[in-house]
């Protein structure tokens, strides 16, 4: 039987995984696996602190310094840029006259190709293949006499 045990971080009592033993020292609440995580990346950071200070540190922190609104320009731009992406799809709709409910109630490609071509035709060998045995019906192609 696994020995129940107090939560690190709330105080209440939890039963921990039997693959863990031990080692497991919080209970399963979101709020205590967050708190959790931070301590063990706080302990990480704590014993690498060198990590981060690649390219950062040497090349980017002293461009942005000489380059002060730089990224909240960027920033700034990208936002604008998106959402001018999705007014333009949104007004070449409009242009060509559909609707989103008209757009959402054209048919799918499925249902154009299988008005455009007959079942019949997809009927080799003796087999009727769907429009989704794509492979097989290219297989059946390269194998027909």
């Given amino acids: 039987m696994i ?30 696996k967050r ?3 931070k301590e063990a990346d706080r302990k990480w950071r704590e014993k690498n602190p060198e990590y981060f200070k690649g390219r950062y540190e040497s090349y980017l922190k002293p461009w942005l310094k000489k380059h002060p609104g730089y ?10 840029q998106a959402q001018n992406d999705i007014q333009d799809k949104i007004l070449i709709l409009k242009l060509q006259g559909v609707s989103r ?5 054209k048919s799918n490609i499925q249902d ?6 007959p079942r ?4 080799i060998n003796g087999y009727v293949y769907d429009i989704q045995d794509e492979i ?3 297989k059946a192609l390269s194998y027909a006499p």
């Fill in 35 to 37: 708190e959790r995580k």
């Fill in 71 to 80: 990224l909240k320009s960027y920033r700034r731009r990208k936002k604008l």
């Fill in 136 to 138: 097989s019906l290219l």
């Fill in 112 to 117: 154009e190709l299988t008005s455009i071509f």
């Fill in 120 to 123: 019949s035709m997809f009927k």
């Fill in 3 to 32: 020995r129940r045990k107090y939560c690190k971080y709330c105080g209440k009592l939890f039963e921990p995984d039997p693959r863990v033993g031990d080692r497991q020292k919080c209970c399963g609440s979101p709020a205590c």
């Fill in 101 to 105: 409910n008209s757009a959402a109630k």
